[in-house]
C-alpha cells in the first residue's frame, strides 16, 4: 500500500503539513489580525492642528451665558427703574393700555386712507405716489 492508500487516523487527520493548501509556516494570531483589520490611512498635514477639547467649548459658553444672563439683569434694572420714574411722573398702567388703543384705531384709520388713495390713483391713471404729492401727503408717515 502507498503512503496515501493507508488508513487516516485522527492525529492525520487534523495536521495541517498533510494539507496542500496549509502551509507548515507558523503564523501569529497578532500578525493575521493586523492582516485582516484594514488601517486608515495618514493623511499629510491634517495632524499638525492643535488638539480641541470639546470641555474648552463647554467652559467658553458657560461663561457667556453667565455674561448674557448679567446683561439681562442689567437690562431689567434699567427697565424696572424707568418704570418708577414714570410712575413718579404721574403715568399709569391703565394710562398705557389706553394709548395703546389708540394707536390701533389709527393704525386701522390709516391703512383704510391708503387703501382709498389707492383706488383712487388706480382709477385715474395715476401712481400712489402722485397722489401722495397732489394731496400734500408725506410719503413716510
Keep these: 500500500m ?30 493575521l489580525n493586523s492582516r485582516l483589520t484594514p488601517r486608515p490611512k495618514r493623511l499629510s498635514g491634517t495632524i499638525s492642528k492643535p488638539f480641541k477639547s470639546p470641555m474648552v467649548q463647554k467652559r ?9 444672563i448679567h446683561q439681562i439683569k442689567e437690562k431689567l434694572s434699567e ?5 418708577q420714574q414714570l410712575r ?5 398702567e391703565s394710562d398705557y393700555n389706553q394709548l395703546i388703543n ?22 385715474d391713471g395715476f401712481t400712489t405716489k ?4 397732489k394731496y400734500e401727503l408725506d410719503l413716510e408717515d
Design 2 to 31: 502507498k503512503a496515501s492508500d493507508e488508513p487516516v487516523t485522527d492525529a492525520q487527520e487534523h495536521s495541517p503539513d498533510d494539507h496542500p493548501a496549509v502551509s507548515s509556516k507558523r503564523v501569529s494570531f497578532s500578525s
Design 79 to 83: 427697565v424696572e427703574s424707568r418704570i
Design 60 to 68: 467658553q459658553a458657560g461663561t457667556e451665558k453667565s455674561e448674557s
Design 88 to 92: 413718579q411722573e404721574g403715568f399709569h
Design 102 to 123: 389708540r394707536l390701533h384705531t389709527y393704525n386701522e384709520m390709516k391703512d383704510i386712507a391708503q387703501m382709498v388713495i389707492g383706488r383712487v390713483a388706480e382709477r
Design 130 to 133: 402722485h397722489m401722495y404729492q
